[in-house]
């Protein structure tokens, strides 16, 4: 059984991830988990899985994946993301520091959206791969907008990253920061730029997706095959 499971929201992430680990040498096993897609790839100890869209789905299918997998000590967001802000490029990897559920808006108490933190030592894990390696692509740490929000426009962009700092936009990771607080996994947000978060996002998102997750898979290779293990 897998110590670390690895969720993507969609297909059309899951999949290019999924071929990438293949062509790099880390075959995959059927994992029967019930109604989820998964895949088990024993070289790196992880169960990959999808998802769903929206951060009530992936936080109901996640319980539901931990549910089956009571060795999982770990569960790490992986997928696309609109920039916000900041020195990102197409295919750049951003981990997240904080995620902050921005559509989550309490009227009654006034207080700000809530932040969900990372596991320590998952984020210093990845700290220690942007310390001891060189990729053709960014790596970025910083907080993560997360809302079921798809963010086309750059006025709203703007207006999102100026209240939150964000340095990119996506929608499942605090449902996953949930689940994985209350099962008490450690938890960690990735995610690959696809898009400017603007008028052209939709056709970016579609476009770039086999690009740019191989990115995201390269970085799976180092924290698990490459010396840094939890």
């Not at 169960?47 to 997998?69: D, E, N, P």
């Not at 995620?99 to 894990?125: A, C, N, Q, V, Y």
């Amino acid at each position: 059984m897998a110590s670390v499971l690895i969720v993507a929201p969609l297909a059309g992430e899951f999949e290019p991830l999924l071929r990438h680990l293949h062509a790099r040498g880390h075959s995959s096993e059927p994992f029967d988990a019930g109604r989820m897609t998964c895949a088990a790839i024993p070289s790196l100890d992880v169960l990959i899985a999808i998802g769903g869209h929206g951060k009530a789905q992936f936080a109901a299918q996640a319980q539901y994946l931990i549910s089956r997998c009571p060795d999982a000590t770990a569960l790490v967001c992986i997928g696309a993301a609109g920039r916000l802000a900041g020195p990102l490029a197409l295919g750049d990897v951003v981990v997240s520091t904080t995620t902050i559920e921005h559509d989550f808006r309490s009227r009654f108490s006034g207080r700000p959206p809530p932040r969900h933190l990372p596991d320590p030592k998952l984020l210093d894990d990845w700290q220690q791969i942007a310390r001891g390696r060189a990729f053709p692509f960014g790596l970025h740490f910083g907080a993560i907008a997360s809302g079921d929000e798809d963010v086309i426009d750059p006025a709203r962009a703007k207006e999102l990253h100026e209240t939150t700092g964000a340095l990119c936009v996506a929608w499942e990771g605090s449902g996953g920061a949930r689940a994985a607080a209350f099962s008490g996994l450690g938890y960690l947000e990735v995610r690959c730029i696809t898009d400017g978060a603007d008028h052209d996002a939709v056709a970016h998102f579609r476009e770039n997706l086999e690009r740019v997750m191989p990115n995201v898979a390269d970085l799976l290779i180092a924290w698990r095959a490459g010396g840094v293990t939890r």
